[in-house]
T-cell receptor, first 110, second 114 residues
């Protein structure tokens, strides 16, 4: 099956700075890469996703990039705010099933 | 209902007992997933159901774990002879299974084995 690795495990940034979380995947057949945000004590929720026929996707302050050749993808959050503090999970697979990375705990300091 | 519902929300059981965890997916969603999240850890894939196809059980950690999905809707995850290492939050998610593949998660069941 797919193996998704995620770095860093924790990330601390100052409010207003950018945050970048990186993931790699092993299965070249994977074509769907969602990102989920899990606030403390809450369920994971989808924040953005990208498919393998697209190299970059942006939604307001968040963007994802995908490098199929290198099999890695990244989440970029600009102008971070305290409410961005959460655990972020990347995932990779196909539209039927995807595997999650180990998560990144993002702390945005006011 | 509006979202994925799981029950119970919390379960404390004695080591060696069997437990059943229930998931009610969003109506009409053909895909259903079970994940396990240990304290401070990521989401570990357990099992995946899609329509009437045979489930993908490749993530089940041992033969003490089993799951079924009746009528293509409600799913039950059963853990037999529970062990302390089974303590975790068990999350269920469902999706339409089509190209719009957002998985909607339930609130999870926090299982504590004492």
């Amino acid at each position: 099956g797919e193996n998704v690795e995620q770095h860093p495990s924790t990330l601390s940034v100052q409010e207003g700075d950018s945050a970048v979380i990186k993931c790699t995947y092993s299965d070249s057949a994977s074509n769907y890469f969602p990102w989920y945000k899990q606030e403390l004590g809450k369920r994971p929720q989808l924040i953005i996703d990208i498919r393998s026929n697209v190299g970059e996707k942006k939604d307001q302050r968040i963007a994802v990039t995908l490098n199929k050749t290198a099999k890695h993808f990244s989440l970029h959050i600009t102008e971070t705010q305290p409410e961005d503090s959460a655990v972020y999970f990347c995932a990779g697979g196909d539209f039927n099933k995807f595997y999650f990375g180990s998560g990144t705990k993002l702390n945005v300091k006011p | 209902g509006a979202g994925v519902s799981q029950s119970p929300s919390n379960k404390v059981t004695e080591k060696g007992k069997d437990v059943e965890l229930r998931c009610d997916p969003i109506s009409g969603h053909t895909a259903l997933y079970w994940y396990r999240q240990s304290l401070g850890q990521g989401l570990e894939f357990l099992i995946y159901f899609q329509g009437n196809s045979a489930p993908d059980k490749s993530g089940l950690p041992s033969d003490r774990f089993s799951a079924e999905r009746t009528g293509g809707s409600v799913s039950t995850l059963t853990i037999q002879r529970t062990q302390q290492e089974d303590s975790a939050v068990y999350l269920c998610a469902s999706s339409s299974g089509g190209w719009d593949t957002e998985a909607f998660f339930g609130q999870g069941t926090r299982l504590t084995v004492v």
